[in-house]
């Protein structure tokens, strides 16, 4: 099965800082696949990381089409789909698990041994992997538009996030860095679990931003020796009883430590350049009892909670996407958001 045209735009990752626009073939639909018309793609911290350095060990080696947070139309289904038809509006994780392995069948399906990545988001079109359209697609609800759909992926990450540190109603949340991730944490924390949520992060603006969208405290980070008092006033000189590290700098991890509740729970979410170490008080982590959890990625029961928090509009594009530009402007849009701060929170590309 084949669409009208043969070729179609779709940006390709050469290397490092080199993504290129180029015509290439329409994808042939193999059995149990589909292809979907991307009608939003969203721009994502791991895509800059990934622009910067050329590569992601796991997700994608170059030459390779690029970006993995999409929603779009189901324009044709390969033999053997049943789920989905033409016409319908989609969208679909980046990733599939096995469902067989050690970690799957323990419920740990974003270990998978197997997991099945697929990137090509910055295209016209989509090609879907069987297991994807079996296990981590879905419908979109009629209350949402494409660009709030696509944040189902990284939403699902922030979800998954939240839950590993066994969050309750009430709870005081410490969340250190404020990019689209720390923001959704902000919003989740709040009106998903009740908590009372301090929202830290290195610039003033993105402190305000986070106020705005729903944080009850801000405090700008500077140095250790102030923050740590301030955190600990606001929290009746215990420290918060979640922190989430949603920078991804060892620092920040160390300084997380410091943060915490004597009983309380770190995520350290943010994921560091590799290769770094990190040095923690072993004393403090023992005698104080601080659970240490990391996250990553996400499995297709977070993606479905995080359709469902869409849905019921506890997080949407309005807050996270401030800017919107066509496929052919992504180069640059990668570029200024790895070299420049410009008040980009996530960029929705428009093929
Ligand atoms: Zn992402
Ligand atoms: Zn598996």
């Given at each position: 099965?084949?669409?009208a045209?043969?070729?179609?735009?779709?940006?390709v990752?050469?290397?490092k800082?080199?993504?290129r626009?180029?015509?290439?073939?329409?994808?042939?639909?193999?059995?149990g696949e589909?292809?979907?018309?991307?009608?939003t793609?969203?721009?994502?911290?791991?895509?800059?990381?990934?622009?910067?350095?050329?590569?992601?060990?796991?997700?994608?080696?170059?030459?390779?089409?690029?970006?993995?947070?999409?929603?779009g139309?189901?324009?044709?289904?390969?033999?053997?789909?049943?789920?989905?038809?033409?016409?319908?509006?989609?969208?679909?994780?980046?990733?599939?698990?096995?469902?067989?392995?050690?970690?799957?069948?323990r419920?740990?399906?974003?270990?998978?041994?197997?997991?099945?990545?697929?990137n090509?988001?910055?295209?016209e079109?989509?090609?879907?992997?069987?297991?994807?359209?079996?296990?981590?697609?879905?419908?979109?609800?009629?209350?949402?538009?494409?660009?709030?759909?696509?944040?189902?992926?990284?939403l699902?990450c922030?979800?998954?996030?939240?839950?590993?540190?066994?969050?309750?109603?009430?709870?005081?949340?410490?969340?250190?860095g404020?990019?689209?991730?720390?923001?959704?944490?902000?919003?989740?924390?709040?009106?998903?679990?009740?908590?009372?949520?301090?929202?830290m992060?290195?610039?003033?603006?993105?402190?305000?931003?986070?106020l705005?969208?729903g944080?009850?405290e801000?405090?700008?980070?500077?140095?250790?020796a102030t923050?740590?008092?301030?955190?600990?006033?606001?929290?009746?000189?215990?420290?918060?009883d979640?922190?989430?590290?949603?920078?991804?700098?060892?620092?920040?991890?160390e300084?997380?430590?410091?943060l915490v509740?004597?009983?309380?729970?770190?995520?350290?979410f943010?994921?560091?350049?590799?290769?770094?170490k990190?040095?923690?008080?072993?004393?403090?982590?023992?005698?104080s009892?601080?659970?240490?959890?990391?996250s990553?990625?996400?499995t297709?029961?977070?993606?479905?909670?995080a359709?469902?928090?869409?849905?019921?509009g506890k997080i949407?594009?309005k807050?996270?996407?401030?800017?919107?530009?066509p496929?052919?402007?992504?180069?640059r849009?990668?570029?200024?958001?790895?070299?420049?701060?410009?008040g980009?929170?996530?960029?929705?590309?428009?093929?």
């Amino acid at each position: 099965m084949q669409v009208a045209v043969e070729t179609m735009q779709a940006a390709v990752l050469y290397g490092k800082e080199d993504v290129r626009l180029e015509a290439v073939p329409v994808p042939v639909l193999g059995f149990g696949e589909m292809l979907v018309r991307v009608r939003t793609a969203l721009t994502c911290g791991t895509d800059v990381k990934v622009f910067r350095r050329g590569y992601h060990a796991k997700m994608i080696n170059p030459p390779a089409l690029f970006g993995h947070e999409m929603a779009g139309d189901v324009v044709l289904v390969g033999d053997g789909v049943t789920k989905f038809r033409a016409g319908q509006r989609v969208v679909a994780a980046n990733s599939a698990p096995c469902d067989r392995c050690f970690f799957c069948r323990r419920g740990q399906q974003n270990l998978c041994e197997d997991l099945l990545f697929n990137n090509g988001a910055y295209a016209e079109f989509i090609r879907l992997p069987a297991r994807i359209v079996e296990k981590n697609t879905y419908l979109i609800p009629e209350s949402l538009d494409y660009k709030d759909a696509a944040l189902a992926e990284p939403l699902a990450c922030a979800v998954r996030g939240l839950e590993q540190t066994g969050i309750q109603r009430g709870d005081t949340v410490a969340v250190m860095g404020l990019g689209p991730i720390g923001l959704m944490l902000v919003r989740l924390a709040k009106y998903a679990y009740g908590a009372r949520v301090i929202a830290m992060a290195r610039r003033q603006e993105q402190v305000d931003r986070a106020l705005l969208l729903g944080a009850d405290e801000g405090m700008q980070m500077g140095a250790h020796a102030t923050l740590v008092p301030r955190l600990k006033a606001a929290t009746s000189g215990r420290g918060a009883d979640i922190v989430m590290e949603a920078i991804g700098h060892p620092d920040s991890w160390e300084l997380a430590t410091l943060l915490v509740r004597k009983g309380g729970c770190i995520n350290f979410f943010g994921g560091c350049p590799s290769g770094t170490k990190v040095g923690l008080d072993t004393g403090l982590l023992h005698y104080s009892e601080i659970t240490c959890k990391a996250s990553f990625h996400h499995t297709p029961a977070h993606i479905r909670q995080a359709i469902g928090y869409l849905a019921d509009g506890k997080i949407s594009a309005k807050q996270l996407v401030n800017h919107e530009q066509p496929l052919s402007d992504l180069p640059r849009v990668l570029h200024e958001m790895a070299h420049r701060r410009n008040g980009q929170i996530k960029t929705a590309i428009i093929p």
